[in-house]
């Protein structure tokens, strides 16, 4: 295989070439999670992977808990299917925890804060209510409890790695919490060696081919766990060393099937570039910087190779889309910037207007 190549099965597995689902919560569950910090980001990142589906659609979706959004992995927003919230959390928790400690420490939360925060956030949010995050700061400080700085972003992540709270639907542009055991009346668990087999499966078949180190980065599980996850998917999955490194992949996928042109409007921290810890295989080093080292900028993706960089601005009824190749010898095909220029434009239902 070369960068080419792996890159080209990437996009397929990943659903941005050849979707194979028609909802967000099928697309969700593939995909095992799909990082959600930047919600409107996120939202396009599951867009580029459904044809046909528009931001209200997924909107709808999130605002009625068919998809969720919480921290789950590294830590950080994810979305994430109801069914599997439960096991995840129960794996990825404890991890979380550990590497927050330092944190809490830091800024003065102890057990005891942790308790009395969550007793409060628990008590407010029963019997169905959703409240935003500053509605709930108003209740933990008349319960004396400091949320100054960055403290509130901390107690609510602990009620969320706990299974207490997750995403409610959004009132207006707000987000809210909800009780996970109201939003998802039976979270499905497993125990630790089968929820490891099931993320380790969940991350191959759909960002493979990648190495054993890239799933670490994206899971934080250890090495030990990561191997032991291969080991009880290795009916599932093959794989080939490149450079003394092994890629892991699908045993189903077909190694034969030549590369396709195409390009793709990816979001910031779409999992095509997140998930994985050497990204060499899709971006060149000089284009890191242009880049924000393919994660923290909207990024084209041009047969599988990030090469340039995008930007949207939206208006009432119209949207305005402009590309910046990283050089000026990269021409861009004009034909397949307009067709995903087009796509984007379907997608939040505006207008597209073109750049002068």
């Given amino acids: 295989m070369t960068s080419r190549t792996i890159a080209h099965h990437r996009l397929i ?12 919560d099928e697309l969700i569950r593939w995909m ?30 999130f605002n009625d808990g068919i998809i969720l959004r919480t921290h789950i992995l590294r830590p950080t927003w994810h979305f994430v299917s109801p069914e599997d ?15 927050n400690k330092t944190l809490h420490r830091k800024l003065g939360i102890d057990e005891n804060t942790l308790t009395r925060s969550k007793h409060i956030i628990a008590k407010a949010l029963m019997d169905g209510k959703q409240l935003t995050r500053e509605q709930l700061i108003v209740l933990l400080k008349k319960g004396k409890i400091n949320t100054d700085d960055i403290r509130s972003n901390f107690l609510m992540m602990d009620a969320e790695l706990d299974g207490m709270i997750c995403s409610g639907a959004r009132h207006g542009k707000q987000f809210t919490y ?67 490194q092994a890629y892991w992949f699908s045993s189903d996928m077909d190694l034969r099937q030549k590369p396709k042109n195409s390009l793709h409007l990816l979001p910031a921290f779409d999992e095509y570039t997140v998930a994985y810890k050497d990204r060499s295989d899709i971006l060149k080093p000089a284009y890191h910087k242009q880049s924000g080292n393919g994660i923290f900028k909207p990024v084209i993706m ?17 949207v305005l889309l402009e590309t910046y190749p990283f050089s000026a010898k990269d021409q861009l095909p004009e034909q397949l910037i307009k067709k995903a220029a087009e796509k984007y434009a379907r997608f939040v239902e505006k207008e597209l207007v073109e750049a002068n």
């Fill in 302 to 318: 041009l047969n599988g190779q990030i090469a340039g960089t995008w930007k949207r601005t939206e208006y009432k009824s119209k």
């Fill in 32 to 61: 095992g999670c799909i990082q959600a910090q930047d919600f409107a980001a996120a939202k396009w990142a599951i867009g580029n992977r459904i044809n046909g589906i528009t931001e209200a659609e997924i909107d709808r979706q």
């Fill in 13 to 24: 597995n990943q659903q941005i070439t050849g979707a194979d689902f028609s909802e967000p």
């Fill in 178 to 244: 909800a009780l996970l055991e109201e939003r998802v009346p039976d979270t499905h668990v497993m125990d630790h060696e089968a929820a490891i087999a099931e993320l380790t499966k969940r991350y191959f078949l759909s960002r493979g081919p990648a190495t054993l180190q890239d799933f670490t980065w994206w899971s934080k599980l250890n090495l030990s766990e990561a191997k032991m996850g291969i080991e009880m998917n290795k009916k599932l999955l093959a794989h080939e060393v490149i450079n003394g």
């Fill in 85 to 99: 919230i439960g096991w995840i959390l129960k794996l990825s928790a404890p991890k979380i925890k550990v590497f």
